[in-house]
């Protein structure tokens, strides 16, 4: 699918230049989906030796946003839930955080989020309602 380069950087400015966020790779955006993996930086990791609850939250996040940054639409968050399956500790190596998008209407779009492992074990799932703005220009 042919996406305009203006729609793509702008998927590509979810990836936040800070915190280890700017080590995401984005491996595949279109209208409703995205996918990119990341390493956990030592950054990431909380008092507990685990990733933080609010390091996956913003993984999260900004799949949903790019998800539905590719259907030509500026979004914000609206609603978000989450579920922390399994902890993850530095050694767990790459993640993957994978959106689809499970509902597309006038003014939102519900995605669903899951982070795994290198290894295919599923460690958060997300809901992340996104509220439609405007077109992108």
């Given at each position: 699918m042919f996406m305009r380069d203006e729609v793509w950087e702008g998927i590509k400015r979810h990836i936040h230049p800070m915190g280890g966020f700017e080590h995401a790779v984005l491996i595949d955006a279109r209208p409703g989906y995205a996918k990119f993996s990341i390493v956990i930086p030592k950054e990431a990791i909380n008092i507990y030796g685990i990733a933080h609850?609010?390091?996956?939250?913003?993984?999260?996040?900004?799949?949903?946003?790019?998800?539905?940054?590719?259907?030509?639409?500026?979004?914000?968050?609206?609603?978000?839930?989450?579920?922390?399956?399994?902890?993850?500790?530095?050694?767990?190596?790459?993640?993957?955080?994978?959106?689809?998008?499970?509902?597309?209407?006038?003014?939102?779009?519900?995605?669903?989020?899951?982070?795994?492992?290198?290894?295919?074990?599923?460690?958060v799932v997300g809901t992340f309602t996104m509220f439609l703005l405007k077109p992108v220009e």
């Amino acid at each position: 699918m042919f996406m305009r380069d203006e729609v793509w950087e702008g998927i590509k400015r979810h990836i936040h230049p800070m915190g280890g966020f700017e080590h995401a790779v984005l491996i595949d955006a279109r209208p409703g989906y995205a996918k990119f993996s990341i390493v956990i930086p030592k950054e990431a990791i909380n008092i507990y030796g685990i990733a933080h609850g609010g390091f996956l939250f913003t993984l999260c996040d900004m799949a949903a946003g790019m998800a539905t940054y590719a259907y030509e639409t500026e979004n914000t968050t609206q609603q978000a839930s989450i579920s922390f399956l399994k902890g993850l500790p530095l050694e767990t190596g790459k993640l993957y955080v994978e959106c689809r998008c499970a509902h597309k209407g006038r003014s939102t779009v519900v995605n669903r989020v899951e982070i795994t492992t290198e290894s295919g074990a599923l460690a958060v799932v997300g809901t992340f309602t996104m509220f439609l703005l405007k077109p992108v220009e």
